[in-house]
């Protein structure tokens, strides 16, 4: 009998669960004492005041001769003055105490030494070029106020103060507890239904960027009193508790009643998306969260309470993101129940900023890797329109996103390439690929949403790749057409070819299962050509809807045994160590917008396409061929 699932208790807005956990008198960390070179990045949990004047003593500002300004006046170039040397001028360098008596320095470069006596043909005014006692710090003045994070200038005001101690808030220490059966440590080859335990790496980093101090604890099994006991435990050496995963419905999800059993559960299941499962519970009288397991999730939920809470503890304010308006490239549909949290790549493209959605699965941790920024669609929002003007929330420099080249279009893996020897050579630009096939790189280009487009679209009437197609579709844009590489396509499958597979009519087959590309992918072309020039008609293949949107996604679904057979490229077949037999020699284009084209980042790219750098690397790949790579195909129509 199947055991009953559990259900979320709420769906709690976010604006009210924040509220409701953060307003709860948590208070904050002890305080401790700290020499003041250790105590940088940690608050202070006091004013300090300085116990002595900086500088303590009136010091020349310049090298030269100290005098009484009383003793220059007069002084002109028609009427020079003669002062005696140890006398009436007193030689000191920068930094000197003035020698009693004396406040005025005048500078080497307006004497005129003439053996025991000096020359002066200007008057100097009381305290010129002089640091008067207390011109920087003076004592018992505040140094720092309460609750300020020290910084390295912070560190050397509070020495020229006189303090060498300073007290400061002790880091909150936050308790780490990853849970499941299906966990390994990091290091270890996962058997088939295992997972690499990464999620606590990703907690304890940003714990340490929010000001706290990470207890990573040992992997628990999905077991009620092992984790009672776990939680326990954590919670007396600890401010925070954070258990990963089984805060969800399913049948050894444990977290919520562990936590009630220990205390008291605030709220299960926040209205957010990814990350609704959260768990808000008190155990001890110390904060505990239930962070989902999926590592998207994890995040927003820790973004969310954890960040803000770690501050507070620390006597601060959670500090904010840059934001910027840009327009949405697509349209983007959002459940009414939750307010959702989208994963962005942005880029100026003539001089508007465009916001670009990356894959939403709450398991897809490369889209927070991709991500420039975040944007929220509200709840009781149904989604974004395409051109929709959006605020994001930016996790990189403007700067950078302002040097980033966006190429929308057909997937391929010497982009990759070209995106790392963009960042070698020229630190802060990089190269934001998104893959949405060929035609869709080309509508990109038709909407103003990218630089460049990469393109292999085979025309079958005339057999040319690209032209036609950019000539129908943007007839009025003048364009520099750009051969990146030659690459063979064909037909992936498992190694030794278990099923026997070696044309394209075998996948009619009844025991031959398929995975596709999507619609408009430029590889979904060729098969459809293929498919036409031997009669085959796209039904009876077993898998012809079932689509991918990178050569190295149908590789791993081949690889994993999940789909027989797949169209792609040589390079991503011999990435998962898959048999290949060759179909076709196809031409991979950049699709450039004239006005794009002398762009300063467009000439860096185009150079390092050309380079024997990239060629090399290229090839290392396998099945492709520069020849003709960096060769303009067409220019200007």
Known sequence: MLEKRKRYLHNTPVAEARKLFLDRRWGMTQEEILPVAAAVGRVTSKAVFAKMSSPHFHAAAMDGVAVRAADTEGASETAPKRLLLLKQAFPVDTGNALPVGCDAVIMAEDLFEQGEVIEIMAAVVPWQHVRPIGEDIVATEMLLSSGHRLGAVDAGALLAGGQTDVAVRQRPKVAIIPTGNELVAAGTKPNPGQIIEYNSVIFAALVEEWGGEALKQEIVRDDFELLKEAVLNASRVSDVVLVNAGSSAGRWDYTADVLAQLGEVLIHGVAVRPGKPVILAVVAGKPVIGVPGYPVSAVVSLELFLKPLLYALQGQQEPKRSMLQASFSRQFTSSLSAEEWIRVKVGCVEERYVATPLARGAGVVTSLVKADGIVRIPQQKEGLVAGESVAVELLRPLLNI????????????????????????????????????????????????????????????????????????????????????????????????????????????????????????????????????????????????????????????????????????????????????????????????????????????????????????????????????????????
């Open 402 to 637: 302002e040097r980033t080249i966006i190429c929308s279009g057909s997937h391929d893996l010497t982009l990759d390439i070209l995106g790392d020897l963009l960042s070698q050579h020229y630190p802060g630009f990089s190269l934001s690929s998104a893959h949405v096939g060929s035609t869709g790189g080309i509508m990109s280009l038709r909407r103003g949403e990218a630089h460049l487009a990469g393109i292999h679209l085979l025309h079958e009437e005339t057999g040319q790749y690209n032209i036609p197609f950019l000539q129908q579709f943007l007839p009025n844009v003048p364009l520099v057409l750009v051969t990146l590489v030659e690459r063979e396509q064909g037909l992936m499958v498992r190694p030794g070819n278990p099923k026997g597979i070696s044309r394209i009519a075998d996948l009619t087959r009844g025991d031959v299962s398929f995975i596709n590309r999507q619609r408009g992918a430029g590889t979904r072309l060729l098969l459809d050509a293929c498919l036409r020039k031997d009669g085959i008609a796209p039904e009876a293949i077993n898998g012809y809807q079932r689509e991918e949107y990178t050569h190295l996604a149908v590789a791993a679904a081949v690889s994993a045994g999940s789909a027989d057979v797949a169209l792609g490229v040589f390079a991503a077949a011999q990435a998962l160590e898959l048999d290949f037999i060759p179909l076709a020699k196809e031409r991979y284009d950049l699709a450039i917008p004239a006005k794009f084209f002398a762009e300063d980042k467009l000439q860096k790219l185009l150079g390092l396409i050309r380079s024997d750098q990239y060629k090399f690397a290229v090839k290392e790949l396998g099945g492709y061929h520069t020849e003709k790579t960096g060769e303009i195909v067409r220019q200007g129509e």
